[in-house]
């Protein structure tokens, strides 16, 4: 099986990734790995360092160029011999999406129509053995299901969509886009969604390692509104070995939901980390972390609680988190401490100069 992942220079696609070149065999052993092209524009979020390890490794190729690029993609696909489509790419911060929204709609709905539409016909062409293999597998997130209430009960696949962002409407367009195409092409598809990631190579805006550099630098802990808004957290490396085993093993034209079986407030999860930075690299006055937390304005749309019912992806295809969020923390946590210099690079954008080449 050779993969086309786009994405892959992202957060979630490159521990994918990671986890393929290091696991891969073993993983798709029904269909064999064959290895992997990483199709990635490199937007803001894209770091080629996030791969950096990789380069020499004869099953990993990198492109550079847009999902929306039909011509690259086709040829990609082509050249490639791609048995499998693992579809990362997207813009995907919510805060970006309320300042400019126009961007997400043509990454996440354009994009992904023009993926398909080239996936769809690589399909069609190949022998018909091949085009029974072969698969496109669509990442979705649980903020298409909206927002839940202190005792509802978690999101499930057939919950009903219902987007509160701009972001979260772009990425449930997308969703719609590919069960039309199983439904009228009869498309080998399949969806995941996710619910909230952490882990190695996240992106600095978001909430975890946002909290980790700030607090090293001194600065404010922004946090929004009371702190009380819930998420169920899940390590990216359980979510990446999830899509794996959708990839292998999910039944076609189905969505699978992949959660961290852990909801925490964002108040408490930025006092773990404060906790964590104390142990491990206590300030020089003595004082915690936790003085540096600041309550700022909530965000427009808000969504109070996300919670995503995994049992059908644990009962169908045996899939379970292997981190609790305590180990998965943990690990965040020295991650980032250990990999100060990549973070210093993404703060000071000296990684988007190395590839521009300045």
Aim: hydrophobic share 35%; with cysteine; glycine share 8%.
């Amino acid at each position: 099986m050779k993969l086309l992942v786009t994405g892959g220079a992202g957060f979630i696609g490159s521990n994918f990734i990671h986890l393929m070149l290091r696991d891969g065999a073993r993983m798709l052993s029904e269909g064999g790995f064959d290895g992997l092209v990483n199709l990635d524009k490199l937007t803001y979020a894209g770091n080629p360092n996030n791969l950096r390890d990789l380069e020499r490794n004869p099953k990993y190729r990198f492109v550079q160029a847009d999902i929306g690029d039909r011509e690259v993609v086709s040829a990609l696909l082509e050249q490639e011999d791609v048995c499998a489509v693992v579809h990362f790419a997207a813009e995907s911060h919510v805060d970006r999406s309320i300042d400019s929204p126009e961007p997400f709609f043509f990454t996440n709905v354009i994009g992904t129509l023009r993926l398909l539409d080239c996936a769809r016909a690589h399909w069609r062409k190949l022998p018909a053995e091949r085009a029974a293999s072969f698969r496109f597998l669509h990442v979705s997130t649980d903020e298409v299901y909206g927002s839940l209430g202190p005792a509802d009960p978690s999101f499930e696949e057939t919950t009903s969509y219902a987007p509160n962002s701009p972001y979260s409407a772009s990425k449930a367009s997308s969703d719609f886009i590919v069960r039309s195409y199983f439904h009228t092409y009869g498309m080998p598809v399949v969806t995941t969604n996710c619910s909230n990631n952490y882990g190695p190579y996240q992106f600095p805006e978001k909430l975890i390692p946002l909290m980790i550099l700030n607090a090293r630098e001194g600065k404010p802990l922004p946090i929004y509104g009371d702190g009380m808004n819930v998420r169920d957290w899940l390590y990216v490396e359980d979510h990446c070995r999830g899509i794996a085993l959708v990839l292998s093993r999910g039944v076609l034209g189905q969505t699978y939901n992949i959660g961290g079986m852990n909801e925490q407030a964002n108040l408490v999860i930025v006092d773990d980390v404060c906790e964590l930075l104390d142990r491990y690299v206590p300030r020089k006055d003595g004082r915690s972390y936790k003085e540096q937390k600041t309550f700022v304005k909530d965000r427009p749309g808000h969504d109070r609680r996300y919670s995503i019912n995994c049992s059908k992806i644990c009962r169908e295809l045996g899939w379970k988190p292997l981190e609790n969020f305590r180990s998965g923390i943990e690990k965040t946590v020295r991650w980032y401490l250990d990999n100060l210099q990549w973070c210093d690079d993404i703060t000071s954008k000296r990684y988007q100069r190395q590839r521009l080449g300045l």
